[in-house]
């Protein structure tokens, strides 16, 4: 039977269309991308917050209720007994069509009931504290249609934790002005709050409703209010309970007519000194204001090209023509897309994360920098900053930040020895990117502590230093809490199912824990450390003060020796205590057993640091690079991707932490963790095996994946989810935790990289592709620091690795690095 597809690609539209509401989980997407943010599914579910989906959430959502995917932006149309709504939920009324476009931060939902058609356009303009709702009806019929229209949108009362457990004060709080036809959510903006919402639209209303109770009905669901039912608005005041914002309109269409509506849904925020304008009433001029910018189809319109001009010249910088749509489409759009809102979101909001639990992570973000640099350099810049200024003087990190405040918190805990690492990982990433290597002079502090400062690069020496100083007993890294791997706590040892395994207390006191994918990460990030270095005193040498970032040639070249000898030291003791025979071990314990060694009745492989060390190419002419890859194949392969370990914990090893806890094939217990996979994928690239990367790599790629099953892996086809259940799950090939993992990054750092082989350098574009055999040709358009560069790779022969002659307009060249200049070129590879 062919399997059930519930929407398609329309690559010339950059748009995925949804064509049955009822897809096997929430489709979703996001509006905005620099302050306020909008989730939307494509039922209009999801919700609002201005920055910090915890601290400022401004619509509320229900996570897990019953049915799925309760609360969001809701029309109803009333139309004579028939009540609906464009995106088919709450009400479920059986629509005559529906269709459900998600594009570059906007997303179109139309539907049809009884000639009449409701279509609506949601975005976030650029620059803008606010998300548009542009609803066009249409009379499709010879008839005149009267139509009541019911708006509707639920405040949260700020702070999504608060508000879903401090009910005792929560029902006392909501506050609401009503002005014309704009709604105003000022809960406890008399105090210590000076920001509010509101929503309002571009006509005059016939009623309202600001009281959720009056509106639905206590005992009523959202598929049912009985304001909506009667057909009859309340003009509701809400004090205290649940304020809500529900606008009333009489629409008349006359046959074949067509009418905008305009809703905005904003946010403001005031002076202090500037609250109010009278005595308790809120100060509404920036209100006004905003409004203004938006009360016509024009003005809207204008917007909304603005938002895709926006979105061509981001697109336009790495663009691929390759003959196959279901390659080009990831890499041209989709993949792209998806890093930015990584960017902006880290790992805080999605239908998997509930917006209150995480902010930014210290090595998630710098991860995701690697997907977005060459977008928006400036705010990568202020990112690597943001990251930085929460680290310690020793090295060690926070594991996460919140975006609101930019400072560090340890509520998901502390002590992940990888993380310090990964500043170098995304500073390298945004210097070659960019050739700003001012960033290394910036002054920097330490957990955000005004005084502490010393400039970026000392910042990356201490990482660097902070592995260096956490050598175990085989002089391989101590792994700390845990390391990339959040559930390898290996010095917990808990058996309190009321304390979490990331914040526990960690007995790391005489532990022999060692980490292989630390090792791995360490030489990759250290060799990438001693190209710096070794520019910088390059740099130092030509600039006319004789030094950068506070630094001279000589300077630079000690410290590159300095941590070339550590790298190489680590290097040996991989290759004698971090071999197991055919692949590289994962770990060592608190006492020095082995983990991911074939003695191991379970969890005898681990993806990680096959990933790892082979990208840092770890024995790679002793050919253990070949083994490593070869056993990763054979036994973390299946048809979904890679599993992260083999064969899957069965039982709970308390030793090991919350890596046994899960069940068989799910999550970090051998579950297709796709985050990891182009780890290895990488690998194989650099062992030159392009064949194998080029499987690898599309058994996770999205767009392969919605060919083959849509109904199996449940979330969306148009990104990568986390996690896919493993062979051992009960459901191989079921995803989840869509949209926000850093397997965005890593899958587009290996495709454009990597397999297309175009990285930036200091001096200019390496060009070294590793492509499967079927790979004849491709194009490439690359711009880079003021530059053009269509690059056609010629492999006529096949071949999977090594560049033979590249030309730059017309000119060969020596080596593989074409150099940066301005203007266009055309550069040619030849395989
Ligand atoms: C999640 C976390 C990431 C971690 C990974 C593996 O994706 O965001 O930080 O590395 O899980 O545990
Ligand atoms: C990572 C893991 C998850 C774990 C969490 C703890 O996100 O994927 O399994 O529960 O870290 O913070």
């Known amino acids: 039977m062919a399997e059930k597809k519930y929407g398609h690609f329309d690559d010339a539209n950059r748009e995925y269309v949804i064509t049955d509401p009822k897809t096997p989980w929430p489709w979703i997407n996001y509006l905005g991308n620099e302050d306020f943010f909008s989730l939307i599914s494509n039922t209009a579910g999801g919700y609002s917050f201005y920055k910090d989906a915890k601290f400022r959430r401004i619509t509320r959502y229900r996570y897990n209720g019953v049915p799925m995917d309760n609360g969001g932006r809701y029309f109803y149309i009333k139309d004579g007994d028939t009540v609906w709504n464009p995106g088919w939920k709450p009400c479920k009324t059986p629509l005559d069509s529906y269709e459900c476009r998600h594009g570059m931060n906007y997303t179109r939902i139309t539907g049809s009931k009884n000639g009449v058609e409701a279509s609506v356009l949601f975005f976030v303009p650029l620059h803008t504290w606010a998300e548009v709702q542009k609803m066009t009806l249409k009379n499709q019929t010879e008839e005149v249609k009267t139509l009541k229209v019911f ?155 603005e938002l895709n001009q926006y979105w061509d010249n981001l697109l336009n910088i790495f663009t691929v023509k390759s003959g196959n749509d279901k390659l080009d489409r990831m890499v041209n759009i989709w993949n792209q897309y998806q ?58 990190c926070y594991h996460q930040y919140q975006p609101l405040t930019k400072r560090g918190n340890n509520d998901i805990g502390g002590g992940f020895n990888d993380d310090p690492c990964w500043l170098i990982f995304g500073t390298v990433a945004y210097i070659k990117e960019t050739g700003d290597f001012s960033i290394l002079a910036e002054q920097v502090p330490f957990d955000n502590q005004p005084g502490t400062e010393v400039s970026l690069f000392e910042h990356l020496k201490i990482s660097m230093n ?180 083999n064969p899957a914990y069965t039982t709970y090893h308390v030793e090991m932490g919350e890596i046994s806890s899960y069940p068989e094939g799910y999550k970090e217990n051998a579950g297709i963790f796709c985050h990891n996979n182009p780890w290895v994928i990488i690998g194989e690239t650099v062992a030159g095996r392009g064949n194998d990367a080029w499987s690898h790599y599309t058994k996770i790629l999205p767009s392969y994946v919605e060919e083959k099953y849509q109904t199996l892996h449940k979330v969306e086809p148009y990104v990568n989810c986390q996690m896919v259940a493993g062979k051992d799950a009960a459901k191989p090939g079921e995803g ?34 590793c492509l499967p055999s079927t790979a004849k040709e491709y194009e490439v358009t690359r711009k880079f620091r003021g530059g053009e560069y269509h690059i056609t790779v010629k492999n006529p022969s096949g071949n999977q690795k090594g560049v033979k002659q590249i030309t730059v307009d017309g000119t060969p060249i020596s080596g593989t690095i074409v150099p940066c200049s301005e203007g266009k070129h055309e550069v040619v590879v030849e395989m």
């Open 151 to 305: 708006s509707f949108a639920e405040w949260c009362l700020w702070n999504a934790a608060t508000d879903m457990e401090n009910f005792q004060r929560n029902f006392s709080t909501g506050e609401v002005e009503v002005e014309g036809s704009t709604i105003y959510h000022k809960t406890e903006y008399r105090e210590r709050r000076n920001h509010y919402a509101f929503y309002t639209v571009n006509t005059e209303i016939q009623g309202y409703d600001t009281d959720r109770e009056s509106f639905i009905g206590l005992y009523n669901e959202f598929s049912e209010p009985e304001a909506v039912m009667e057909g009859k608005p309340r003009n509701s005041f809400a004090h205290g309970w649940s304020p809500i914002a529900s606008h009333y309109i009489e629409v008349t269409l006359q046959p074949g007519e067509s009418r905008d509506l305009i809703f905005l849904l904003g946010y403001v925020e005031n002076e202090q000194d500037k609250k109010f304008s009278a005595k308790k009433v809120i100060n509404k001029e920036k209100a006004h204001q905003l409004i203004a910018k938006f009360d016509t189809t024009e003005k809207v319109d204008a917007a909304f090209a």
């Open 339 to 396: 890093c930015m809102i990584t960017f902006c979101m880290s790992r805080s909001a999605s239908f998997f994360e509930s917006g209150i639990g995480r902010g930014m992570g210290f090595r998630d973000s710098n991860q995701d920098l690697v997907g977005f640099v060459h977008q928006i350099p400036t705010r990568a810049r202020q990112r690597i900053i943001d990251i930085a200024s929460t680290q310690f003087p020793d090295g060690g």
């Open 466 to 645: 902070h592995v260096i100083n956490n050598l175990g007993p085989h002089k391989l890294p101590l792994i700390g809490r845990a390391d990339w791997n959040d559930c390898l706590n290996l010095n917990c040892f808990s058996w309190d199912p009321n304390e979490s395994f990331q914040t526990t207390e960690n007995k790391g006191e005489g532990s022999k824990a060692e980490s292989l994918m630390i090792a791995g990460l360490f030489v990759v990030t250290g060799k990438d450390y001693v190209a710096l270095c070794k520019q910088l005193a390059k740099e130092a040498m030509e600039s006319k003060e004789g030094e950068i970032a506070g630094l001279a040639e000589e300077d630079y070249l000690t410290e590159a020796e300095r941590m070339q000898q550590a790298v190489d030291e680590m290097n040996e003791a991989v290759k004698k205590h971090g071999w197991d025979g055919e692949w590289f071990l994962r770990a060592y314990d608190f006492f020095g057993n082995k983990i991911g060694s074939d003695e191991n009745e379970e969890g005898k492989i681990f993806i990680e640091s096959q990933g790892w060390c082979t990208m840092a190419g770890i024995g790679l002419e002793e050919g253990l690079c070949d083994k490593a890859l070869d056993s990763s194949k054979k036994r973390l392969e299946c048809e979904h991707g890679m599993v992260l370990n």
């Open 736 to 769: 989840k935790n869509s949209w926000l993992t850093g397997t965005a990054a890593w899958m587009w750092y290996t495709v454009s990289e990597f397999i297309l082989g175009i990285k930036p350098d200091y001096e200019g574009l390496l060009i070294d592709p």
